[in-house]
């Protein structure tokens, strides 16, 4: 109980001076920025996105698999056993900071993101969010509804949908890379542009 503590509390105060900290630094004048400060911004925006996509990755491999495992064995348990924690309490919230930390990031930083709502990001941050909430109705459903831990139960399929929505990250990024090839080629020209 102690970890699952530390997750709460530690997870909800760094999520949350992340997040005051993208906003109360935001850039409040994008439409004087220049070219090669909104080009290093898309750099550490895609690395922002690179660092949420990994999180999602070992939270649903390597920590999902342990859970897994944790079934297999146990069979029925709670949403306070120790592999939950880790889940639950841990590993998710660290992906739903850095993925509502990626979108602050470019609506406060860039001027295309800050005019408007990218669906794919949204799609991309709020798809595998809405795991958490998913995770009390697959626990709901093993209670009263579906006993046995079959991954392929209709109460597991909420996980696959969800966790398929991070591939909206990809139409995300083919509009970062269009503005960072226009942004190349405004910075260094056409003809010496790296690309």
Do not use: C
């Not at 831990?149 to 990250?169: D, I, T």
């Not at 139409?171 to 910075?187: H, K, N, S």
């Amino acid at each position: 109980m102690n970890l699952l503590w530390a997750n709460l509390i530690g997870g909800g105060l760094v999520s949350v001076g992340i997040w005051s900290y993208l906003w109360l630094t935001r850039d409040r004048n994008l439409a004087e920025l220049a070219p090669e400060l909104e080009l290093k911004r898309y750099i550490y925006l895609t690395l922002w996105i690179t660092v949420y996509v990994f999180a999602i990755y070992f939270t649903g491999s390597f920590f999902a698999e342990q859970d897994a495992a944790w079934h297999q064995t146990i069979v029925r348990d709670t949403i306070f056993t120790p592999s939950h924690i880790v889940q639950f309490y841990g590993t998710i919230p660290v992906y739903i900071a850095l993925g509502v930390g990626a979108f602050l990031y470019a609506m406060t930083r860039l001027p295309l993101f800050a005019k408007g709502i990218s669906l794919p990001f949204v799609i991309g941050v709020t798809g595998p969010f809405l795991i958490l909430p998913n995770l009390g109705f697959n626990e709901w459903g093993h209670a009263f509804w579906i006993m046995e831990e079959l991954f392929s139960a209709p109460v597991h399929w909420g996980f696959v949908v969800f966790g398929w929505s991070v591939l909206a990250l990809g139409g995300l990024l083919y509009q970062i890379a269009f503005r960072m090839m226009d942004l190349i080629r405004e910075v260094y020209g056409t003809r010496d542009a790296p690309i």
